[in-house]
């Protein structure tokens, strides 16, 4: 949504609350940032396809590879490859169980990598297109899949029934059903309700933070460029408009090259933690 004139544009809180505003089956009625009966379809879109595309170069790289001097795209999968095996053989010890979760942990980060990136794309430029297709200037598109926390948390959740499928899958139901009474303060009985309510929370902690984290490092970079673009609209209403147009272009080529290393960043934190949190399931209190 282009702010044109303070007269026919909208106010900034007008335009940032219709850019925070997902394309749903509600609207702007959701009533929560955690609403279980809405569906944001464009969350749902963009991570099906950015996720469908991290596999598919995945494979591109995999099917191309050569035993000869690799090309600029085969080696710069093939040392992402060795990076996440190498963390995955120092955290996960199970061979077997690496077999899963390494390539898993390698799809997630390019995956989130290629989400987070969404960020930096102009801000205006997808709803604008979007608002031309549909011929309606209030039409809603939000494109930063992670910056919704429904799409965050249900990555987190994903890793949590895996390392929930690894505990039994490791100590056997019955083993993991005594670690759950008996850890981490004893095995004595009357120690059991207070043990299994520690574990109950330490997987809620875990998942949530997992989420969460991911979460809130997109959404808050997600403002900070929506706020820069209301400097660049600005510009043509206010006396110094010729100033907030210089500083939009600064302000938003700065955040750009921060942000490059917060997208790299948080995906290689929820790969670590998928690995670490599974890693946790093969081992005993």
């Not at 282009?2 to 219709?18: K, L, T, V």
């Not at 809620?204 to 809130?216: C, D, E, W, Y």
């Not at 660049?232 to 938003?252: M, P």
Request: proline fraction near 4%; charge should be negative.
């Amino acid at each position: 949504m282009a702010i044109e004139h303070a007269a026919q544009g909208p106010s900034p809180g007008e335009y940032i609350r219709h850019h925070l505003t997902h394309l749903n089956n509600v609207g702007e009625k959701q009533t929560s940032i955690v609403d279980w009966w809405v569906i944001n379809y464009d969350t749902l879109f963009y991570s099906v396809g950015l996720g469908l595309l991290s596999v598919f170069l995945l494979w591109l790289a995999a099917r191309k590879a050569t035993s000869g001097v690799p090309g600029r795209f085969q080696g710069s999968v093939e040392m992402l490859v060795e990076l996440v095996a190498d963390q995955a053989k120092g955290i996960i010890h199970s061979a077997e169980s690496r077999l899963f979760v390494a390539p898993l942990a390698l799809t997630v980060f390019v995956w989130i990598f290629f989400m987070n990136a969404m960020d930096l794309l102009p801000v205006d430029l997808l709803p604008m297109l979007w608002q031309q297709a549909t011929h309606d200037p209030h039409a809603y598109m939000r494109v930063v899949p992670t910056a919704d926390l429904s799409a965050t948390l249900g990555m987190s959740i994903g890793v949590l029934l895996l390392c929930l499928y690894y505990n039994v899958k490791i100590k056997g139901a019955a083993g993991w059903a005594h670690e759950l009474f008996t850890a981490p303060f004893g095995p004595h009985p009357a120690l059991w309700p207070v043990n299994f309510l520690m574990q109950i929370i330490e997987f809620l902690a875990k998942t949530i933070s997992h989420g969460m984290r991911l979460f809130g490092n997109m959404y808050a970079g997600e403002l900070v460029f929506m706020l820069i673009a209301l400097m660049g609209g600005a510009w043509a209403v206010s006396t110094t408009g010729i100033l907030l147009a210089i500083g939009h272009v600064l302000a938003g080529t700065a955040w750009a090259i921060f942000h490059i290393l917060i997208i790299l960043l948080q995906a290689f934190i929820f790969m670590m933690l998928t690995l670490v949190y599974i890693g946790q399931a093969h081992e005993g209190h």
